[in-house]
């Protein structure tokens, strides 16, 4: 089993950057596809980004392609969100996931969730 923790989520700025990220317990999160979704007030749950279990592949939604940058250190059990150009229509809380899986998933059909962090993009 693994528990997840997000951290980093808050307001911003148009424009701003925050960088998120999610610790995870227990000793094979290298074994896990990790993936970011984030979800709107009244939207349904939205992908984001995922990357492989090494770290050697990455997708992201086309919204936040060339802005965002998923990433993972496997030595400290933990995934990244870097997004950078944040937007208002960027706000929602972001989900951390986790799934034993070899390829990549887009859809949230992912195993483990964390809380989720909140971050909010002023105009």
């Known amino acids: 089993q693994v528990q997840l923790v997000e951290s980093g989520g808050g307001l911003v700025q148009a424009g701003g950057s925050l960088r998120l990220a999610c610790a995870a317990s227990?000793?094979?999160?290298?074994?896990?596809?990790m993936g970011w979704f984030r979800q709107a007030p009244g939207k349904e749950r939205e992908f984001v980004a995922t990357?492989?279990?090494?770290?050697?592949?990455?997708r992201y939604a086309d919204s936040v392609k060339g802005r965002f940058t998923i990433s993972r250190d496997n030595a400290k059990n933990t995934v990244y969100l870097q997004m950078n150009s944040l937007k208002p229509e960027d706000t929602a809380v972001y989900y951390c996931?986790?799934?034993?899986?070899?390829?990549?998933?887009?859809?949230?059909?992912?195993?483990?969730w964390g809380q989720g962090t909140q971050v909010t993009v002023s105009s």
């Open positions: 996931a986790a799934v034993n899986s070899i390829v990549l998933i887009t859809t949230p059909n992912y195993n483990y």
């Open positions: 227990g000793r094979t999160f290298r074994s896990y596809v």
């Open positions: 990357i492989s279990v090494n770290g050697g592949m990455t």
